[in-house]
């Protein structure tokens, strides 16, 4: 069993940055590709950005990318988000895929992003 925490959550205004971090109580997060999801209030989650388990190899979806940078190390899995937008506002959730197949089957708690306009 994972269990991950993220941090990093806050209010900011439009234009601005926040970075989250997501850490796996207890372990390392080596040996798992990594991903960050969020969900808007009355919406589905949604995929935002995976890396691989090396690191080498990122992908974004198309609202995020140019704005929004994913990274890690053996601890943590990073999201850096710049240019952030009100429709950026969401619970985002880190969680770790163990076969490198995109399938996630470990999941945060998730953290709070708000972003005023």
């Known amino acids: 069993q994972v269990q991950l925490v993220e941090s990093g959550g806050g209010l900011v205004q439009a234009g601005g940055s926040l970075r989250l971090s997501c850490a796996a109580s207890g372990r390392t997060l080596r040996g798992y590709a990594m991903g960050w999801f969020r969900q808007a209030p009355g919406k589905e989650r949604e995929f935002v950005a995976r890396?691989?388990?090396?690191?080498?190899s990122t992908y974004y979806a198309d609202s995020v990318k140019g704005r929004f940078t994913i990274s890690r190390d053996n601890a943590r899995v990073y999201l850096q988000m710049n240019s952030l937008k009100p429709e950026d506002t969401a619970v985002y959730y880190c969680?770790?895929?163990?076969?490198?197949?995109?399938?996630?089957?470990?999941w945060g708690q998730g953290t709070q992003v708000t972003v005023s306009s």
């Open positions: 969680a770790a895929d163990p076969t490198n197949a995109r399938t996630y089957d470990y």
């Open positions: 890396i691989s388990l090396s690191g080498s």
